[in-house]
Each structure stands twice: as structure tokens, then as C-alpha cells.
């Protein structure tokens, strides 16, 4: 699951989007727009402990920047492009709460009616109507906004309407991939914007879901993304970026990288629920460790594993036990394994069984892009080429520490000789929250 919000305050509209009439309300639109870039700047980077005392102190600095707009005086309202500038600032303060408000939203029509150009206002105004779940009007205010020049904020927005878009759409995938594109654009913008990177990233973690959860490329994509993110000192206030980032390190089964993450979301911001994310993996890592020590007697263990023996492999790929494995993958390669106990925990992927190779040494499985039917306890699983680990995770006090092999595409895995009937195989979800 991953978490994203709206980027970072809008900067304020220049003097030449303002129109060459507007040089005498400078003094008191600059101090309005200042005073609106500080009530976004606290939207995006106040997260107390209380969740209550947030809304308090938007609404005070809000007023506090509309008492500044409503002090120019009327001959600093006289053209239209001073007025357009006028209707854009009260709109986007207006807009800095997270629901849908009708005023914000009349403001901001008015804004881009007096002045086409105002490319800031169409940035607001389609936020803004996101936000009542009107997706294509959204859309259409972006576009038209780029249709006046490329914006890296624009990308940025119609990349993340696009992945909130493609959630229950029929055409979910080119969605995304439209959405990674836009991305990528607002990056060669400006490769030092540190948003531009974190949407990036949530593109390709987005991009992942999608795919049914197992292309784990997307997921290298994403956490190279969230690291250039964080050399920006603004994108490193944002709790979302280590959150979302420990999302696709926990996927990648990079679970100490994980951890340090969602409770770094969880001290910048204590209402995410990250700390239960930890708590979550914690729990995982104790249940595969102790499936690990579980272990059956050998007597037993040796009349499971007697048949793998008997398994006659149709590919070019040699068998081999966990024991002659080198870390990472291992091309053509297969290692024959009984399945000897399904790890049931609180995720949809992957898939984690105590598995057992012919030499009777024990390691666990993940199993990507497969329904949890697909495999039981008793089937024999050849494995082939294998991403083995031999995991050893610090974390507080404890340590875990287990063998394991990664399965990420269906295409990896025969059970009891027989690939993964196609209605076991996921290809199509999406679990990234897309928010306004």
C-alpha cells in the first residue's frame, strides 16, 4: 500500500503571468502569496502527534492570509489580471484543507476565467475538483494547463490523477504507464526536484501493484527514485517518501531497510499507522523463524522428501540443492523442494511456506503473482532459477536469521510437475491510495 499527497504548496504566480497592469500590487499580492506559501508549507510538513491540533492550525493561518488579502486596497484589484491574481490566492487558501470546498473551487474558476494563462490557478482548480471526485474535469484543467507550456507540477499532479484514475479502470495498465511517463518528463525538468523524483516512485511502486505484485524491476525503479528524493531537503520532510519507500523494500524482502523506514514515517508522522507496518513485519519475521525451528524428525522428514527423487524436470535446467546456491539468482538452476507448512500473515503477497529440499535442509519460500490456493502443504515445487538469500536482520534487541528462496514470476515455479493453472496466476491489482 502506498500513500501519496498532494505536492508540496504551489509557488505563488509570477509578475509576468499577472500582466504588465499588475506592477503596482506587487508590494501586497507578494506579501498574500508569501503568506500562502507558509500555510502550504505547514500543510505539507506539521504532523503533530494530535492529529486534532493540524486542522486548528491550518484554519489560523488561513484566516490569517485572507485577513492579508482582504487588506489591499480596491486600486490593487482593478484589472482583470490583478483580480485573476486576487480569485487564484483566496481560492488556494481556501483549498489548503483535505475535503472539497465549493468556494475554494468558484475562486479559482474566476481566477482562470479573467486570466487563461495563469497556469498556477489551473493547477489548484483541478486539485480542487479532484477532490469532489470529478477525475476527467481534473484531468482536463491539467492538461490544459500544459497545453500553455511543460510545468514540472502539472506532470506531477496529472501523474498521480492518472495512477488514482487507473484504480477499477479497464485500462488500468496504459493508465499507469501514462502515469510513469508524465513522471519521468517532470523529472527532465529538473532532476534536483526532489517531488519529482518521490512521484517518479510512486509511479513505478503503483506500476508494481498493477502487475499483479510481482515485477520486482518496478520495484528497483522505485526505491533508486525515493533515494534521489531524499537528497532534497524539502522531499525530506515528507513521512509519505520513507513510507512509501519501506513499502517497496518490504516487497523486495529488504525487511531491516523496511522497518527503519516506516518507523521513520511513523516519528515524522505519528497518524500514518507505520508503527503497526513494523509491528506487522516483526510479527512476519517471527512466525518464518520459528516455522524454521518447527522442524519435523528426520525419519519423517526423509519419507516427504523421498519422492522429489522420482520428479523428472522437461527443461535444460540442473538440479541442485539450497546448499550449492550462491546468493542472488541462479541461472539454470532448479531446486526440487516438499512443501511442508503455509505461513499465513496479515499481506496479500507474496506467498511464505516452510520448504524442504532433497538434501532435508529447510529454507522459506515467497512466492510472487500467485493465489494462495495455487500451492499446499505435501506439493513438491521445482524452483527454477532461484533468488536464494541467506537472511540475517538486526532489528531492537533481535535477530532473525533464515534461508530463503524468492519466486517473483509464476513462470519460475512447477507444482507437482505442472505450471500454475492460469486461474491461480494474479496479474491485475492495485493497492496505492492516491490522494489530492
Not at 526536484?193 to 503503483?206: I, K, V
Not at 538434501?359 to 502443504?377: C, H, M, P, T
Not at 538469500?389 to 505442472?418: A, C, G, H, T
Request: glycine content about 4%; proline content about 4%; aromatic content about 8%.
Amino acid at each position: 500500500m502506498s500513500r501519496e499527497r498532494e505536492a508540496s504548496g504551489v509557488a505563488a504566480s509570477s509578475a509576468s503571468q499577472r500582466g504588465e497592469g499588475a506592477e503596482g500590487a506587487d508590494a501586497g499580492l507578494e506579501r498574500t502569496a508569501d503568506a500562502v506559501e507558509e500555510l502550504y508549507r505547514l500543510r505539507d510538513t506539521f504532523f503533530p502527534r494530535d492529529p486534532a491540533e493540524k486542522p486548528t492550525a491550518l484554519r489560523a493561518r488561513a484566516d490569517a492570509a485572507l485577513a492579508i488579502l482582504d487588506s489591499l486596497p480596491p486600486e490593487q484589484r482593478k484589472s482583470p489580471q490583478q483580480r485573476a491574481v486576487c480569485e487564484f490566492l483566496r481560492g488556494k487558501i481556501l483549498d489548503v484543507f483535505p475535503d472539497y470546498n465549493k468556494e475554494a473551487e468558484d475562486h479559482l474558476s474566476k481566477a482562470v476565467k479573467l486570466n487563461p494563462s495563469l497556469v498556477d490557478a489551473w493547477l489548484c482548480l483541478g486539485n480542487c475538483i479532484w477532490k469532489k471526485g470529478d477525475l476527467s474535469s481534473a484531468k482536463n484543467c491539467f492538461v490544459l494547463a500544459l497545453n500553455k507550456g511543460a510545468d514540472k507540477k502539472i506532470l506531477c499532479q496529472l501523474s498521480m490523477l492518472e495512477r488514482s484514475m487507473a484504480q477499477g479502470s479497464e485500462d488500468q495498465k496504459l493508465l499507469v504507464e501514462e502515469s510513469i511517463n508524465h513522471a519521468k518528463e517532470a523529472v527532465m525538468l529538473d532532476i534536483k526536484d526532489g517531488n519529482c523524483w518521490y512521484n517518479l516512485g510512486n509511479a513505478y511502486l503503483t506500476s508494481f501493484f498493477v502487475s499483479g505484485a510481482w515485477d520486482h524491476t518496478q520495484l528497483h525503479h522505485s526505491v533508486k527514485a525515493y533515494q534521489n528524493a531524499e537528497k532534497d531537503e524539502t522531499t525530506k520532510l515528507n513521512p509519505d517518501l520513507y513510507y512509501n519507500c519501506a513499502t517497496a523494500n518490504k516487497y523486495l524482502e529488504n525487511y531491516e531497510r523496511a522497518l527503519s523506514g516506516f518507523e521513520a514515517a511513523a516519528l515524522k508522522d505519528p497518524d500514518l499507522g507505520a508503527d503497526t507496518d513494523v509491528q506487522k513485519i516483526t510479527s512476519l519475521l517471527d512466525k518464518l523463524v520459528n516455522a524454521m525451528k518447527g522442524q519435523l524428525r528426520s525419519k519423517r522428514l526423509a519419507s516427504l522428501v523421498s519422492s522429489l527423487g522420482e520428479v523428472n524436470l522437461k527443461s535444460s535446467h540442473k538440479k541442485a540443492t539450497i546448499s550449492i546456491l550462491s546468493e542472488g539468482l541462479n541461472k539454470m538452476v532448479a531446486v526440487l523442494g516438499k512443501v511442508v507448512l503455509l505461513i499465513r500473515h496479515d499481506d496479500v503477497a507474496p506467498l511464505y511456506y516452510l520448504t524442504c529440499d532433497s538434501d532435508q535442509s529447510y529454507f522459506i519460500l515467497s512466492v510472487y503473482g500467485l493465489r494462495n490456493e495455487a500451492i499446499k502443504e505435501g506439493d513438491r515445487v521445482a524452483l527454477l532459477e532461484p533468488y536464494y538469500r541467506i537472511l540475517n536482520i538486526p532489528w531492537k534487541e533481535q535477530r532473525y536469521q533464515f534461508k530463503s528462496i524468492r519466486v517473483d514470476f509464476p513462470e519460475q515455479i512447477l507444482i507437482n510437475e505442472k505450471a500454475p493453472a492460469p486461474h491461480h496466476v494474479i496479474r491485475a491489482s492495485i493497492h496505492a491510495q492516491n490522494k489530492p
